[in-house]
């Protein structure tokens, strides 16, 4: 009964983990990124004006079908018309979905029964218009719906970015905002660093929006809020809709943002491409549009640093050292200088330190210099120890020298002469005898 009851309960086991592994393939299966469709945000527009936002797609796709319902203030804006741009293949079919006189989102299809393919890039352009009477402030364009349909009307997940405009008061403002940006003027390649933001005058501010303008020798990685930032003011990262490059940020608050004089709003990290070439890249933010409390634009100067981007100096290091003298042998009281070679000879200027010794200082001394001074006859090892890494020795044979004290000079002077003088003694002598 038992065996029979374990084996009910395997059964059992096994079915759940049949059915539970379907669910779990499909996750996996629909596991990557998504395709992004982003809307043209913080357009900046007048009462009674009308402007175009841009619809763009990050990645190449094929689909049959794409059903979208955009949400917006309609006391503020109006949707006027919606219009297919280069990507889209010529059987592709833009249809428009209108709620009285609203227009509340599109839809795209095909017109031939085959797929729509397109490329990463903008796909269509909405066209809207202020109304005369708006209020001023920022209003977003939502995607209430956004929905792509394959083969057999299966449906792709995507990701949607919501678009908006920001209505602004008529004039500017006379005074001028600056901003001041601070990082390290040198960077080596692949390295990254903060550059920190921050506000030169006091500033009470709605809206901020700002460009990213760099060479390709600079890459931004983020954009981040800078420790001074009101904790209710939000950082928005804008990126190119076909690289994904960060190519701006905008700030906002549901709360008028108070800046005061060196506050940090910002902070912006960058990496130095990898490259060979020592190059001056040019960072700047181009403060597009800044809004006061009552919307009005406040003009800021473009920001504008230069980072050199220098290749890493490769220090060569010390492979093998030694000593070595030009001579061996010395005779007492001679001197001699001790060299150090080191391979390879680029890495010389790398000797930290030198620790110099003698097997027996009675016959031969070195100095800290390495200067080797010959004292008594006899044989000596020098040693050096080089950065605490290399050992090396020379061995000195030191000789008496063949010049005599001064003492001995008179006395071999003397027996000298004696010797001298007996010999002519003798040779008077016996030339005398021989007469």
Known sequence: MKTKTRKILALIILAIMVLTMVPVTSVLAEAGPKPEFTMAHNQIMKRDATSTLDVTVNEKLEFNRFEANLGY??????????????????????????????????????????????????????????????????????????????????????????????????????????????????????????????????????????????????????????????????????????????????????????????????????????????????????????????????????????????PHVTIPTIEKAYIRIDRNELLVGDEEQVQVVVEPEEAANQIEKIQYSTSNPAIATISEKGIIKAITPGKVRITAVINDQFTSEVEVTVSASNVPATGDTQIVLFTSIMILSLVGISTLIITRKRK
């Open 73 to 310: 203030n309609d006391q503020t804006i109006e949707i006027i018309g919606v219009e297919t741009e280069e990507i889209l293949s010529n059987n592709a079919q833009l249809e428009l979905q209108n709620t009285g006189n609203k227009i509340t989102g599109f839809t795209i299809t095909s017109n031939d029964g085959k797929p729509i393919e397109i490329n990463a890039g903008k796909l269509l352009k909405i066209n809207v218009k202020v109304k005369a009477d708006a209020e001023f402030g920022r209003y977003p364009i939502t995607w209430d719906k956004a929905e792509l349909l394959i083969d057999n009307n299966k449906s792709i997940a995507i990701t949607t970015i919501p678009g908006s405009i920001i209505v602004v008061n008529e004039g500017t403002n006379i005074e001028k905002a600056e901003f001041v940006m601070t990082c390290n003027q040198t960077m080596y390649p692949g390295e990254e660093q903060t550059i920190s933001v921050t506000a030169d005058d006091k500033m009470e501010i709605a809206f901020i929006d700002a460009f990213l303008l760099y060479d390709e020798d600079i890459e931004v990685v983020n954009v981040d809020n800078g420790k001074d930032l009101p904790s209710d003011a939000q950082i928005s990262i804008i990126r190119n809709a076909t690289s994904g490059l960060i190519v701006g940020f905008s700030i906002q608050s549901d709360n008028v943002i108070n800046i005061n004089p060196n506050n940090e709003l910002v902070k912006i990290t960058v990496r130095a491409a990898v490259s060979e070439v020592p190059e001056e890249a040019e960072f700047a933010i181009d403060w597009n549009g800044i809004f006061n409390q009552d919307w009005k634009e406040v003009i800021a100067d473009d920001t504008i640093v230069n980072i050199n981007v220098i």
